[in-house]
């Protein structure tokens, strides 16, 4: 299964791929389209002691967020693995369970439509949009079992780590 | 293999899907003494408010049963348990034998013994058909009591507000949302309700709920009086009871089961008596951030449990990891809040604070040793979920403590 990796060390913070995904969700599909519809990107860049460092959902093997989540509208589809909120038989209410229980802090709320907002993979799309636009090479869309090269400290480890 | 469960919620369908992924022989069955397809209970205020249908606060697919081959006995209340001989008895006279057995019956609205509380027209939510009643008795009420301002409560509130109804919340404690909220979170909340028109009352017990008297009775009116232990009457058509909830552990009684608060259960699911499990409400785990043992009635603890329970079922023998048992999300009108873990500060703790009121605008967190042991955010709740990991994991935060209390602190903060 194909996943999204970050190689932070790349990362230049020039927000290329936010644009891009808020674009690839918006109606229009255009960046222009997507600021006039307002739709917020999945995919934030950090500011972290002046390195930038890209973050989305992580499409966990065991999801809290899909355990969080009281409506049962966050699912992890079976076939793909991509862990999402929308296309379900139920819908989301913006209780924002999911977001306490995200330790990537990777769902944000939509405050407007009152619904929590996270990465779907661009759902079916070949290539994420947020990869395909990323011209340092920071975004990876790479199998989950060949590519270890994301560094995380210890900390970063002992946090995300399957319980 | 026969593996029963007791109970069609959170925990009891979790742990039928989860045997169904690893023994696709055995049987599987599925007692509720509710006759509903399990259906979300977190979403029963949403349904009170006419923003949820009977069909959209369903958490599971239609198919869910039959696609997990799950036999279900619904409308049938599970009223003893012969451990020896491994049956279920049901009240309407059938047994049901297991091999492995799941108690997952969650708890029942806790009703305290007031004088007049039994009176019709007064209400719990917990089950659907508490929705239902409130309903249909507010269509004919004009004025709501709620007796109890925990989160429960304030969200009955809110629902009937929503639907026309002059509400009034009667909390005993001096803040609203005591068992979940500090005091400053707790005004923070209080004034956004009240800015709406719900009327909140703290500090005040019900001495007695009055039915209408003999004169109203005879044209017809249901008015009732509530009576507050300061002397004031509030006048109302319904009362919706919401002190607490009690563990549904009623069952046990002649099996030996160790009951405490709860079902006291090993971190396999397992009670002292072989081939029995409990998950969710009705048992007791250990908090990671007490490490004791207690109560943690929330959903997302619920679901896991379930989970780990059906996995020790069909012998994937997992261990639970401790779970935080206190941790809520609301947001009752315009302003969310998250807690998680301590929300008081104990004195060998310590706390950093960030306290902006006009802008309804709260953090707090506490933190001993460097490790994080609770948190507080009313306003904005982004990134809440990279706090719970630090309390879970017990990380130590000394390297980034400084950040915490940023709105830019993150996941990214910690890994660069
Ligand atoms: C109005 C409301 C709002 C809530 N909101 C939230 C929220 O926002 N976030 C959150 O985390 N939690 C929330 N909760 C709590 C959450 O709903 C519970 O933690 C969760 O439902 C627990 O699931 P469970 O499977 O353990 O038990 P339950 O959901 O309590 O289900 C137990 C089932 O077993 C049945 N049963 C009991 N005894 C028997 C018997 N002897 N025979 C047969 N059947 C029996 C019961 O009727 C019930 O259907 C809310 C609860 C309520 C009432």
């Avoid at chain 2, 397992?270 to 951030?289: M, R």
Wanted: charged letters at 25%; a neutral charge; glycine letters at 8%.
């Amino acid at each position: 299964m194909k996943q999204i990796f970050v190689d932070i060390d790349k990362c230049t913070g020039c927000l290329t791929c936010t644009l891009a995904c808020a674009a690839e969700h918006s109606s229009s599909k255009d960046i222009v389209g997507a600021m006039l519809e307002k739709v917020q990107p999945r995919i934030s860049v950090e500011a972290v002691n002046g390195k930038a460092v890209p973050l989305m959902c992580r499409h966990c093997e065991e999801p809290t967020c899909v355990d969080a989540c009281m409506t049962g509208a966050m699912q992890k589809d079976k076939e793909t693995g991509i862990v999402s909120n929308e296309n379900n038989d139920q819908s989301c209410i913006g209780c924002w369970m999911c977001i306490m229980a995200c330790p990537y802090g990777a769902i944000q709320p939509n405050e407007e439509e009152g619904i929590a907002i996270k990465c779907d993979k661009c759902n079916g799309r070949e290539v994420p949009a947020c990869v395909e636009s990323c011209h340092t090479g920071a975004l990876l869309y790479v199998d989950g079992k060949t590519f270890t090269q994301e560094k995380l400290t210890k900390t970063a480890k002992a946090l995300t780590e399957a319980s | 293999m026969q593996y029963v469960i007791i109970g069609n919620s959170a925990a009891g369908t979790q742990a039928a899907e989860t045997i169904r992924k690893y023994d696709s022989a055995g049987n599987i069955v599925i007692i509720s003494d509710e006759p509903h397809a399990a259906y979300s209970r977190c979403l029963l205020p949403d349904y009170l408010a006419g923003e949820r249908s009977e069909k959209t606060i369903l958490f599971k697919s239609a198919n869910f049963y039959g696609r997990n081959n799950v036999a279900t006995m619904f409308g049938k209340k599970a009223v003893d348990i012969d451990s020896e001989n491994q049956k279920v008895y049901l009240g309407d006279g059938h047994t049901v034998s297991y091999d492995k057995l799941l108690i997952a019956t969650g708890s029942s609205a806790f009703v305290p013994p007031i004088k007049g509380i039994d009176e019709s027209g007064i209400f719990n939510l917990r089950n659907l058909d508490d929705a239902v009643g409130i309903k249909e008795a507010a269509k004919k009420a004009r004025r709501v009591v709620v007796v109890g301002g925990g989160f429960v409560g304030l969200e009955a509130a809110y629902s009937l507000y929503s639907l026309g109804l002059e509400v009034t919340v009667v909390e005993r404690l001096s803040q609203i949302v005591p068992g979940q909220f500090d005091v400053k979170a707790a005004a923070i909340l209080r004034n956004d309700m009240q800015a709406e028109g719900i009327r909140i009352i703290t500090g005040d017990g019900i001495k007695e709920i009055a039915g209408p008297s003999l004169w109203n009775r005879l044209f017809n009116k249901t008015g009732k009086g509530v009576l507050l232990d300061s002397g004031e009457r509030l006048k109302c058509e319904l009362v919706v009871v919401a002190t607490g909830t009690r563990a549904n552990v009623g069952l046990t009684d002649k099996t030996g089961i160790k009951v405490n608060r709860g079902i006291e259960i090993n971190e396999y699911m397992e009670t002292n008596v072989p081939n029995i499990y409990a998950a969710g409400d009705v048992a007791e785990t250990v908090d990671v951030v007490s490490g004791e043992l207690g109560l943690s009635p929330i959903w997302p603890n619920a679901i896991v449990q379930g989970r780990m329970a059906g996995l020790n079922m069909v012998g994937q023998t997992r261990k639970y990891s401790k779970m935080i048992g206190m941790q809520n999300s609301v947001e009752f009108r315009n302003v969310p809040a998250i807690a998680i873990g301590l929300t008081r500060t104990p004195d060998d703790c310590e706390e950093m604070v960030i306290h902006r009121p006009h802008l309804n605008y709260y953090r707090k967190l506490i933190l001993k040793d460097d490790i994080l042991k609770g948190m507080i955010f009313v306003g904005d709740i982004r990134r809440a979920g990279v706090y719970a990991a630090l309390i879970k994991k017990k990380v130590p935060v000394t390297k980034f403590k400084q950040q915490l209390l940023k709105e830019s602190f993150g996941y990214s903060s910690i890994i660069s």
